[in-house]
């Protein structure tokens, strides 16, 4: 069972989200690995609009679409694909910009659950018009060196990813 | 129009020269020419069995871009049929799969069973006085459904030839690797997952089909961080076993093509890490593979990518460990294409390998998510955009790698190939496209009209 | 184009089979023809008289796709014309509405009275040496202005009937119901609303002048939540007070008429709930209503929805506790839609009355808030993109409803219709819209050229 | 006259506009409406270009442009019909993402007056295209259960309404 | 160096922020001003893609691109303009919505060095479809009439600017 | 299509009447013709020099709509070809600018130096047997390139006349009072800047090339808050020293011209305050310039805007104390144009001036964050928009002010305006659209056709 985070805790997460979406932006990827406990799962899944699922008024379900499932080490792995500088979808860099927003922190013992909705902008070439959309769920635990991620669950709000996913969410 | 694209005398795919006009891409009224010429003629993938099994599952899909509701009827058969009603067109069905008795449209009322009969139209009597030919008016039915190894495909030309017809010689690979029909098939283990490319579904389908020349540059980077063996000479890369690209007639590829031992061993030391049930399972397969390959003595093992003309792309192994991934290439006007994309294992492989299939989807493949989408999206996406420009459309794209070498390639008697249909060629070769373009052509007529 | 769309002898509009072409929606070249062949021919609607009160007062609209400044000049008449300046076509008015003396262009500040003349030229001496001719370069104005009941329609057609040849069998409706003239006319009670359908225009014309066979269907949820009576069986639907459906000569609808005592004993409880003062109203009006409709005996009492081709829809009641909401339905290209909503009240009825209409719009009705306007909304877009598609375009629509029993409906002879104009129908028919498009045919002229 | 609410009554505000959108994004919406008070007005006006309203500078005003003026009763109709099964425009639901963003808390007596902007992006069927922008402000109460809105007044930054307005703000 | 603004600061930097995005939207322009100290400086740059500031994996700089670099009283005459009713661009004045997100406020000195995200969506005559993504650098100095904006850096996301600037940020 | 629009026997551009057509601004085939007779054709802007300094450097850019790459090559000079592999189109240069050794192609790794010479062929010998001819397969190079003063131009035709003959009497200004190529020519002291706007390219060219008349107007708001002298009157406007607008054959545009030393001495007073080195500066240069302009004895001394046909426009002052902003007109089709800005200053000018005119760069002038800019687009938004609907494109622009009074113009007697090429004309006039647009119906061939 979770109860509210109190307001310190809400305060830190905000803060640590909003560090964390700097270093995504900034190209700062190591760091951002490092926020990752070293057993982290990032894990995403992908919307579809089944009817099996649905009563009514009922959304539909992210099933068996999972795009992402990373370890800490394919996560690594990753970053490190971006600085071979052979990953030509990311030549030059994307410009990117997440918004992070509706951060709300639940404790669950000695764990802090944060959930958070986002809007990621993407520039790449001559395109600015790349959006995505979705909510996050997290598992924050409080270390001697600040809080870390140690499982984050996306879920995209599409059913049609608008492109390859080559940035962070 | 005032300028006459036309105007030149050459052709759209010129296979003496081994040039392929840059319009084939972005021109809006090839792209109709498309749609009515190939996507409403060809035999497109419809389903698999496992994703429709029990009477009433559907699922809506493309053809083209007319949206189609597949069922499983319950005469256990495959139906198909466009999403529209026949009153004033609503689409009748709103998702994307499910289970259902009837399909009733929320425009009027009008409703049709799985099979796609009218059944019910609100006030019959009263409104219509009993006048309407309920028979004449149900869902416009795919008229040609086939299928093959568990895959349902369809086609809206009604004197297309059959599907095994349709095939020709990528038959033999789809019921030997790519389906593995004497395995018991597959089952697909995930659900469809979407992303979109700003790219023409042709430069996809083409590189599924035969193009083994882009992964050393193009998916460098994982090459680099280790993650797949780098294909460095020449002499690396063209073993005697393989791989092979394989162009199959009428205009179909088959690639990543490995004959004999040496592919099954290497499976067998990916199996020795998933555990004795799964090296178990290996020995016995191949030695059941060796049998029904029996017409083709180089065994063929291994077959890592492919294209169905026009628009059915897979890539994977086919072999003991390996799943495949499909590749459906949604056309959505000349410079958009959906990929649709599900993962399928052998049904007999054994959890183990079922597990590990569904873990790797996300990483290296064709997912969004995966590395290899990501090197090949963007490049499509750049093809694209240069094939639509003034000066850039009066330069062919060049198509002529081995042009004239066809089937006499240097070393190619050292090849272990024997009894593989379709013309067999090396790793680094256009062949494929060029017989994928070459059918095209034939498809849409448009070299014949000018 | 290297397909012809129009291979087929197949008609747009076959009236004697009851086809429709599903290529009136999407085909950008026919929109083409219906921006020059109905929306810049046609009677359209430009403005109420409540809108622009005041000299000097304008509003903005568009006829077709072009933008148009609608003003009240200060000769009190209705002006309209172009909003682009004659110099290099800059837009002269930027607002939605409000009171203006002149219209000031921002490029190189020509600038227009009210009614449109062309009033000032900066440096008129020193630049254009006094040349410059200023009554040839007022702003182009709509050249045929004609009103009824306080609502000004426009035609860019010098030579096109008047407008009431033009309403035809409509006047009747509009006189009596839809404006209420009798009875002071009509006052708009709130601003303009706007959301857009990613649906051709007809679709929601044609639904607006006479489908009321959908409504049990599409409408099910505001049914089951008893938010209206939900008509079951067609006993209870069809009385013979109503309602009827009627197509009004030459291309318009007026439905959900009902006629005697039955509607308006229906009306006098809702006027019970409002209080005295409104059933004293209802009554009288009542009285009036009767001694105008002395040439129809059968009194029609209520009107319930209409189209006046191409593109001016209404809903509502016309009787005594009701408002009526118009649409105009401006085309955005072959597949978009705005739908621009007024509410109106009779000028005359109780302030309980106008407060009761003004409070319910956004809740059952047609604005995007509205029940409505939403389960339509989403069946048209849905109709659109059916008949956009290379398959389904070759299956025409069924209009087909009670084709050929017009005028000899089952049970006719029980109806109470006398005296009303048009072709009266039962509730379900679609001789409303067979009439809407046999009239698009004849002005778009397209089947008589093919 | 108001004041600015202290840390405390902003966080807590916060925290319940964050709650509110998880409810409306996961169709949790009969706890959606346990939020407002049972005299609750929900509110939403559009946006036009009227010259009269114009001093320079001023603002396009939303004037007789309403497009909800609900009690609990309607709005709770509105809910209800979503369970209908009916309500096609709604079928499959839409997905839908709400980003509160901009959260301003006010003391008003023993009210809260919440300011907040808004940008809801709704997905369906194949579109994933439509947003929605505008502000909102709360008449917030606080009760033994926690805040309730007894007000909600919304200006949809649109003059053309991108699609009718099957979620809610 | 910079050390996080703890939480009083925090919160009153997202309330000015929010306070100040108000002023904007609703055009009290004047008041937005005096939220900016005398010698305060009003900057934009706009981002590229330049070859030579690649390293792999580091971001597009925005190099001599400066599209703003205002002074308080440029800034004002920007502010007087939209009141001549001769600047026709934003008659009639554009509906804008400012969503700041990410707010990260951090001590410097006497001063507060505040990050923050933008999504800025602007309609105007018949167009809704431009929005301007960015971050935005202030530092903010605590005066007796409240908080005051010394400095402001921003970095549109965009390599195209979607149309001109008409608004502020 | 089912609508001609050109059944009407009126011209394009009509000059006998002074008319000139909407459809040249929106209509999608006019604009497939100005690509390719026009932006295929002409002589197009590529780099400044100083954008491309060392060898390797290279930009990246557009000609119409194509994606062009400008190097520096090893030899020095200036070298531009498409941005597209000749394999399968890939881009294959990603970025802005930067320095290169060469281009690889991120698809099968193809490269090119930076002259375009295709240098690298994966397995050459294993998958093409040596059979491909590297020579004829390099990028497509721009086959003109030709420079005055240190800007590059480039033309797609290889039998255009020379830069200097298609400059015509644009030269002259070009390296006088433009480039000032006596004084050392121009630095570029600030990135590209791009904005968008949803106009079409030619209501902007023609207006930087001789549209002095929407000034008081259009940026009236600027006059009002005082950053800028409000011209009041004609007499105030058209002194003997000018501003003078220059037409000049073939096709381009010169305005804002002021002679003799009045400019020179407000120039003056500007230098004065940025110090006594600036005001000595102002003085030699005057001097310089003075002994330059010999066949020109009126000494034109400032110059405030102009475009070079077809999409080359500038801005600024060509004096002492001024920069000079260029826009680069790209074509995004019919109804979009990006504007691409940049900022020079003379090489030789003094610190004080360069770092004022960086600093003036994003307030008043075309930066999308200046006022001039803002002023200027939304009306060229506003044009453009309307010259799209079905009723307005039957109206043309007039384009007529001054028609017949070329060449003796009221008052001329007084002008000092010896020695000015081309022709010299008031403040206020229509001549310089009128050849732009001469010019635009000669190269397209749309008139002559028709
Ligand atoms: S459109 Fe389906 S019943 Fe009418
Ligand atoms: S465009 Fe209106 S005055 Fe020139
Ligand atoms: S496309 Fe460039 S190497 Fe193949
Ligand atoms: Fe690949
Ligand atoms: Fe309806
Ligand atoms: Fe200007």
């Known amino acids: ?63 068996t679409q999972v795009l992402f499932e990373d370890d800490k080490r394919f996560l690594t792995l990753r970053v490190r694909r971006l600085e071979t500088g052979m990953a030509h979808a990311e030549k030059p860099p994307s410009i990117t910009r997440h918004l992070v927003t509706n951060i ?51 879920v995209l709000d599409h059913i049609v990813v608008p492109r390859t996913l080559t940035t962070f969410f | 129009m005032l300028i006459d694209e036309r105007r030149s005398t050459d052709k759209l795919v010129d296979l003496e020269r081994g040039l392929l006009s840059r319009r084939v891409f972005t021109d809006p009224d090839i792209y109709k020419v498309e749609l009515e010429r190939i996507f409403a003629k060809c035999w497109l993938f419809l389903a698999h069995d496992s994703m429709i099994p029990k009477a009433g599952d559907f699922m809506t899909t493309f053809m083209g871009e007319d949206h189609v509701i597949v069922t499983r009827g319950r005469d256990g058969k495959v139906h198909a049929m466009l999403n529209t009603c026949r009153h004033r067109g609503n689409r009748v069905c709103l998702f994307d799969s499910g289970n259902a008795a009837a399909f009733t449209c929320t425009y009027h009322g009008w409703s049709y069973d799985t099979a796609g009969k009218l059944i019910g139209v609100p006030f019959l009597k009263e409104a219509y006085y009993d006048e309407l030919d309920k028979s004449e008016w149900g869902l416009v039915p795919v008229p040609r459904i086939e299928s093959i190894g568990g895959m349902t495909f369809g086609s809206w030309d009604p004197s297309a030839p059959s599907l095994t017809e349709y095939l020709g010689e990528l038959g033999w690979f789809m019921e030997r690797l790519v389906l593995g029909t004497w395995n018991g098939g597959l089952e697909f283990v995930t659900g469809r997952h979407v992303y979109t490319a700003r790219a023409n579904w042709k430069i996809i389908a083409e590189n599924f089909a035969g193009d083994h020349y882009h992964t050393s540059v193009t998916h460098a980077s994982a090459y680099k961080l280790g993650l797949a063996p780098h294909p460095a000479g020449y002499e690396d890369v063209q073993d005697p076993n393989g791989p092979f690209e394989v162009a199959l007639r009428p205009g179909h590829g088959a ?24 090296v178990a399972y290996a020995k016995e397969r191949y030695a059941r593979l060796t049998e029904v390959m029996r017409d083709a003595p180089c065994v063929p093992y291994r077959q890592g990518h492919g294209n169905m003309f026009p628009n059915l792309s897979w890539s994977g192994q086919a072999n003991a460990t390996g799943g495949r991934s499909f590749y459906l290439l ?28 569904r873990g790797q989807s996300g990483q290296m493949g064709q997912l969004p998510s995966g590395f290899f989408a990501q090197d090949d999206a963007e490049n499509f996406e750049r093809v694209t955009e240069s094939a639509r420009t003034t000066v850039a459309k009066r330069y062919p794209f060049n198509i002529s790698m081995q042009l004239g070498h066809e089937g006499q390639w240097p070393g190619q008697e050292k090849w272990e190939v024997a009894g593989i249909p379709g013309l067999v060629g090396p790793r680094y070769g256009e062949h494929s496209q060029r017989l994928f373009y070459s059918f095209w052509a034939k498809q849409t007529g448009l070299d014949t009209e000018a």
């Open chain 1, 104 to 154: 709300i922190a639940d404790l669950d013992g000695p764990a802090v659950i944060a959930r958070s909705n986002f809007h990621v902008y993407q520039a790449r070439l001559e395109a600015d018009d790349m959006h995505f959309f979705g909510k996050r769920e997290d598992r924050l635990l409080r270390t001697d060196a600040g809080w870390r991620i140690a499982r984050r669950s996306i």
């Open chain 1, 1 to 63: 069972m979770t109860e509210p985070a109190g307001a310190e805790v809400q305060r830190e997460v905000e803060r640590f989200f909003h560090e964390e979406a700097v270093l995504i932006d900034e190209r700062k990827l190591h760091l951002w690995l490092a926020l990752f406990t070293d057993d982290a799962v990032y894990r995403m899944e992908l919307r579809s609009k089944i009817l099996q699922a649905l009563l009514p008024n009922t959304l539909p379900t992210a099933g």
């Open chain 2, 330 to 357: 949604q056309p959505k006007g000349p410079l958009h294409t959906e990929i649709w994309i599900w993962f399928a294992v052998e049904r007999n492989a054994p959890q183990a390998v079922k597990d590990l299939v």
């Open chain 2, 255 to 278: 690639g990543g093509v490995y004959t004999g031992r040496p592919p099954f061993e290497r499976d067998l030391a990916v199996a020795e890490r998933l555990g004795p049930e799964v």
